[in-house]
């Protein structure tokens, strides 16, 4: 999911004891080289944004440079792969998104087990996704639309940047509330997806903001809702779904986290100097220049949330019977 490219630059500008003393002293220097941020997502996308702004703040201060490494494919399961089964040394990171989450049910075939071997670091930052339709589209809020949908069913199409990828999830998940038939059409992508919107190929698409906000603000897309619990800061007069659809909630989340086995020690510096990033006016005004908002907490706090997450979603790909491409 690519960002403008001017936006991007703008933002982006004893024998036993022995190993254990051995882990001790590597956390008490770390980092004494340079450190990999893997990014399961092609450059310019939303995530390699946020990797790039957490990257430069830990690189200013801990003296070492945090190089974002792209590994795009299998909807993140290949820079995850790469860096759950790299060394746990702290020398490698992965940037974590929903799609994580969401590969831990869909993709059986992946060779890790994404609880079991990542060590979560610290939440970054969350956005909703919004419920978006063409300007030509006659339903202009939730009600309508839910109207015009059951009037017309199995006719309307919603878009997705491809088979269990977030926006498509989240869009099952509304169908399973609201018992809407929709025709779900993946496309190779969210840029594709949009387009295909935009041009009234399909009708509908639970798109994530940050990768929305500049075809909204251009008056290419209607929003109908946000999808998270409440209004979203970037989007004050739009509605939430929930708002008219009780129980329904979903947000996009981005995070750190580190081959299983990483030091306690580098994980909870790492932890600090985020949440500082987090405090910080700066890279807070930054965040919500994508639509998005900080997201702080401990480590302990991330990992429930990871398997909260998992479990949510398992179940909507379970129930909606989502196959793995």
Known sequence: MKIPRRQFLHLAGGGAALPTLSRFARAQTYPTRPV?????????????????????WLSARLGQQFIIDNRPGA?????????????ADGYTLLLVANSNAINATLR????????????????????????????????????????????????????SSGIG????????LFKMITGVSLVHVPYLGAPAAVTGLMSGQVQVMFNNLPNSME???????????????TRSEALPDVPTVGEFVPGYEATGWWGLGAPR?????????LNKEINAALASPVMAA????????????????????????????????KYANIKQE
């Not at 909807?75 to 060394?87: E, K």
């Not at 990828?165 to 099952?172: A, I």
């Open 75 to 87: 909807s993140g399961d290949i820079g995850a792969a790469a860096a759950l089964r790299a060394p």
């Open 286 to 317: 930054r965040f919500a220049d994508l639509g998005a908002a900080v997201f702080p907490g401990s480590s302990g706090d991330f990992r429930k949330f990871l398997a909260d997450e998992t479990e949510k979603w398992g179940k909507v790909i």
């Open 36 to 56: 990999r941020i893997i990014v399961g997502q092609t450059a310019g996308g939303g995530q390699d944004i946020f990797a790039r702004l957490v990257g430069q």
């Open 215 to 229: 075809y909204i603000k251009a008056g290419r897309l209607t929003p109908l809702a946000v999808t998270t619990a």
């Open 108 to 159: 059986k075939t992946s060779n890790f087990n994404f609880i079991r071997d990542i060590a979560p670091v610290a939440s970054i930052a969350h956005a909703p996704l919004v419920m978006e339709v063409p300007p030509t589209f006659p339903a202009r809020t939730v009600p309508e639309f839910l109207v015009y949908a059951k009037a017309n069913p199995g006719k309307l199409n919603m878009a």
């Open 261 to 269: 086995n990483t030091p306690p020690q580098i994980v909870e510096l």
């Open 165 to 172: 990828t977030s926006d498509h999830v989240v869009g099952e």
